[in-house]
């Protein structure tokens, strides 16, 4: 079996890179989310204050195909991507380490269930749960308590955008197989989950900042899982050596296989 990339000191450099840019981007997001009205000014062209109602909330659309429908097709997918990861844990799938392959399987597993963690402790509301868009409660900074007499909210981060978001550990967990299939997943997750985080945010279930926070999450506890379990991270290093023939004692070139036909024979084996 080759050597772990990840033991390599210079494959560091990339988790290290990565982790900068979680930490940039956690700054980022808190002073936008924090200390500017984006989230309630975009909540606000969504709002239609004649109605007193988000007035795409019930959408067939949105509500039937992008929330329930897309929530369903992702836990089927996620079951059959749990096989895949069962098989990478046994050796059998050479684009998939066993290190890797656990990595997927948690990620896919801890990141929603992360978020719904997360979305107890912070107690943020919904725009459509705030009086300024015909609910009842006040807008909260982040992690504040709830008013008495008030019941808690519980929609930061956005948990639907999670179930999409949670593909993105497979950024990280194929790149072992190379650029095109990272980059694969990577896109995969960003897409789902910014398509079913922006289906929530118009019909006023979240805000931006619950989605883009859902999609820090997912990415920082991807890479910290890879960290924490030494996955292969060397880019498309493993892949091609495990599908290298063996190597019999004592030559330095791979077996050839048995031809199917031999001459002087009628038959073929």
């Given at each position: 079996?080759?050597?772990?990339?990840?033991?390599?000191?210079?494959?560091?450099?990339?988790?290290?890179?990565?982790?900068?840019?979680?930490?940039?981007?956690?700054?980022?997001?808190?002073?936008?989310?924090e200390?500017?009205?984006?989230?309630?000014?975009?909540?606000?062209?969504?709002?239609?204050?004649?109605?007193?109602?988000?007035?795409?909330?019930?959408?067939?659309?949105?509500?039937?195909?992008l929330?329930?429908?897309?929530?369903?097709?992702?836990?089927?997918?996620?079951?059959?991507?749990?096989?895949f990861?069962y098989?990478g844990w046994?050796?059998?799938?050479?684009?998939?380490?066993?290190?890797?392959?656990?990595?997927?399987?948690?990620?896919?597993?801890?990141?929603?269930?992360?978020?719904?963690?997360?979305?107890?402790?912070t107690?943020?509301?919904?725009?459509?749960?705030?009086?300024?868009?015909?609910?009842?409660?006040?807008?909260?900074?982040?992690?504040?308590?709830?008013?008495?007499?008030?019941?808690?909210?519980?929609?930061?981060?956005?948990?639907?955008?999670?179930?999409?978001?949670?593909?993105?550990?497979?950024?990280?967990?194929?790149?072992?197989?190379?650029?095109?299939?990272?980059?694969?997943?990577?896109?995969?997750?960003?897409?789902?989950?910014?398509?079913?985080?922006?289906?929530?945010?118009?019909?006023?279930?979240?805000?931006?900042?619950?989605?883009?926070?859902?999609?820090?999450?997912?990415?920082?506890?991807?890479?910290?899982?890879?960290?924490?379990?030494?996955?292969?991270?060397?880019?498309?290093?493993?892949?091609?050596q495990?599908?290298?023939?063996?190597?019999?004692?004592?030559?330095g070139?791979?077996?050839?296989?048995?031809?199917?036909?031999?001459?002087?024979?009628?038959?073929?084996?």
């Amino acid at each position: 079996m080759p050597q772990l990339a990840s033991h390599r000191p210079a494959s560091w450099r990339w988790p290290a890179a990565q982790a900068l840019l979680l930490l940039i981007g956690a700054a980022v997001l808190f002073l936008v989310s924090e200390h500017t009205r984006l989230d309630l000014e975009i909540a606000r062209r969504l709002y239609d204050p004649e109605l007193g109602r988000f007035p795409l909330r019930h959408q067939w659309l949105l509500d039937t195909v992008l929330y329930h429908g897309m929530k369903q097709a992702s836990s089927v997918a996620v079951a059959g991507a749990l096989y895949f990861c069962y098989l990478g844990w046994k050796g059998e799938l050479a684009w998939l380490p066993r290190r890797n392959a656990v990595l997927a399987a948690l990620g896919m597993l801890l990141i929603p269930l992360g978020t719904t963690l997360l979305k107890g402790l912070t107690h943020r509301y919904c725009p459509w749960d705030l009086a300024d868009f015909g609910g009842f409660a006040p807008y909260l900074p982040l992690f504040a308590a709830a008013p008495e007499g008030i019941k808690a909210g519980e929609c930061f981060p956005a948990g639907h955008a999670s179930a999409g978001y949670l593909w993105i550990v497979w950024g990280i967990a194929l790149r072992p197989a190379g650029a095109r299939l990272a980059r694969l997943g990577l896109l995969a997750g960003l897409g789902l989950g910014s398509l079913m985080g922006l289906a929530r945010m118009i019909q006023g279930a979240h805000f931006l900042s619950h989605t883009l926070w859902s999609l820090w999450f997912a990415w920082a506890l991807s890479l910290g899982l890879a960290i924490l379990l030494k996955a292969e991270l060397g880019l498309g290093r493993l892949a091609p050596q495990r599908l290298q023939p063996p190597t019999p004692a004592g030559t330095g070139r791979p077996t050839c296989r048995q031809p199917l036909f031999r001459p002087g024979s009628d038959s073929v084996n």
